[in-house]
């Protein structure tokens, strides 16, 4: 047989514990939190009453609300889902609890004194896993030792897969309030996303290989789904940029490519797939064989998009990231948490930290806000300089329209400035825009 490629519109969904995964799901501490507070609640409120999460689903409104896009007879296999993890996640779930329990704890017990009496009644799950600290205000909280979370027994990549399916339409259900059950139209693949026989898989959109050889790869034995996914026909391949400009590709939502004959980066990676459809977008196929650069904003589901990185991963030289508050739980390391999916090059950039790059240099800007005003460290803005043209990525929505009107929100996505003095043309459909 003559080697296959993947299709264009083949999706990758990564699931944790069949829920979509997204990166408060991979540190141990908060994916605990979240299994236990959020996973098995929904899943709970639907085997008791089905009807009201179908009801609220059929009300735009309560779209991205805590409902299970099921109906009824799906109630058995999520049944089966809440027992399963009850049973299989019981050291998680002890987790969270204990992280409640001491949380409550210390601010009943800690009013100002020292702190080390206490270690002996840290609850067990937790003993040599955190430190106790007051602020500067004699409130008392934990620190997780992030790092050994990740060694511990705590860290769950078994629990981890991709879900394989062809895609026909943009449209699909709220992906974080329901799980990803058993479908004729989807393979699950239980291999943890650092496994670098990811890579090989999705080197074949441009790469192709013998379909038995990446059969064999992946351990699939059932191939009625997975046979779909492959073609003989090849993708056209994007020329590499070669002119003597900047050139900045809108990608959709967050997502910027800037490139310029040297060099490559992607800001909030986050793509579509390509398929019949009357909105044009760039896709995989869009993007160059290197990716010098990839820059993450802050730590939301949709600017750290494990589905749009794990695919891109062998093209990623080095991935830059905001820094977090050392061991909080509500704001994990992006750095660790990259690393625990497979990235090897993570380079954290404080604010007003430069990083020289071929034609110009990167700096990080501190960002207000964001986040409910809660204590988040790992957010920042991107001035990128290029050929001595200036790009501001920060995360707020704009929406850059034929006359060059900058309009911006308080959702989230990348802001272009620009001179006047700049020789600027674009193509609006696409975000095409030339700085020369």
């Not at 829920?19 to 408060?24: E, G, L, P, T, V």
């Not at 049973?87 to 409550?104: E, G, M, N, W, Y």
């Not at 008392?140 to 790092?147: F, H, V, W």
């Not at 993007?287 to 750290?304: E, G, R, S």
Request: hydrophobic share 40%.
């Amino acid at each position: 047989m003559p080697p296959v490629y993947l299709k264009p519109n083949a999706i990758a969904e990564p699931l944790f514990n069949q829920w979509y995964a997204w990166s408060y799901l991979i540190p141990p501490a908060s994916a605990a939190m979240y299994m236990a507070n959020s996973h098995l609640k929904i899943l709970e409120s639907f085997l008791e009453a089905p009807q009201v999460h179908q009801t609220a689903l059929k009300d735009p409104a309560m779209r991205g609300g805590p409902f299970i896009a099921y109906d009824a007879s799906r109630a058995p296999e999520l049944q089966a889902l809440l027992h399963q993890t009850r049973q299989q996640q019981t050291d998680l779930l002890a987790l969270a609890q204990a992280i409640q329990d001491l949380d409550q704890w210390l601010l009943q017990t800690a009013t100002g004194y020292s702190l080390e009496p206490l270690y002996e009644k840290i609850p067990a799950p937790l003993k040599g896993y955190v430190e106790l600290v007051y602020d500067a205000n004699h409130h008392p909280s934990i620190r997780l030792l992030e790092g050994l979370l990740y060694r511990s027994p705590y860290y769950h990549p078994e629990s981890q897969a991709i879900a394989l399916s062809l895609g026909t339409s943009d449209l699909r259900t709220f992906v974080l309030s329901t799980p990803r059950l058993p479908d004729p139209q989807q393979i699950q693949v239980a291999i943890p996303f650092s496994d670098r026989r990811w890579d090989q898989l999705f080197q074949m959109r441009q790469h192709p290989r013998s379909y038995s050889e990446i059969k064999k790869l992946l351990e699939i034995s059932d191939d009625t789904v997975f046979s779909t996914l492959f073609t003989e026909t090849p993708d056209s391949d994007p020329p590499s940029y070669t002119d003597n400009s900047v050139r900045v590709r809108y990608c959709g939502h967050a997502c910027v490519l800037i490139e310029t004959s040297e060099v490559s980066i992607l800001c909030d990676p986050l793509l579509g797939y390509q398929h019949s459809s009357s909105v044009p977008r760039y896709t995989y196929s869009d993007l160059p064989d290197v990716i010098d650069y990839a820059l993450i904003t802050h730590n939301h589901q949709d600017h750290v998009m494990f589905e749009t990185l794990l695919q891109l991963r062998h093209k990623i030289r080095k991935i830059i990231v905001p820094k977090s508050n050392k061991g909080s739980l509500i704001d994990p390391s992006l750095k660790l948490i990259l690393q625990a999916i497979g990235f090897t090059q993570v380079q954290e950039i404080d604010e007003l930290e430069t990083l020289n790059i071929p034609q110009g240099y990167i700096t990080s800007l501190p960002v207000l806000g964001e986040h409910g005003d809660l204590n988040i460290g790992a957010k920042n803005a991107y001035w990128i300089e290029l050929q001595g043209k200036a790009i501001l990525a920060p995360p707020i929505l704009i929406t850059l329209n034929p006359n060059f009107i900058v309009t911006s929100s308080n959702s989230s996505a990348n802001l272009i400035f620009y001179s006047s003095a700049w020789n600027v043309t674009v193509r609006p459909t696409l975000g095409h825009i030339i700085l020369s």
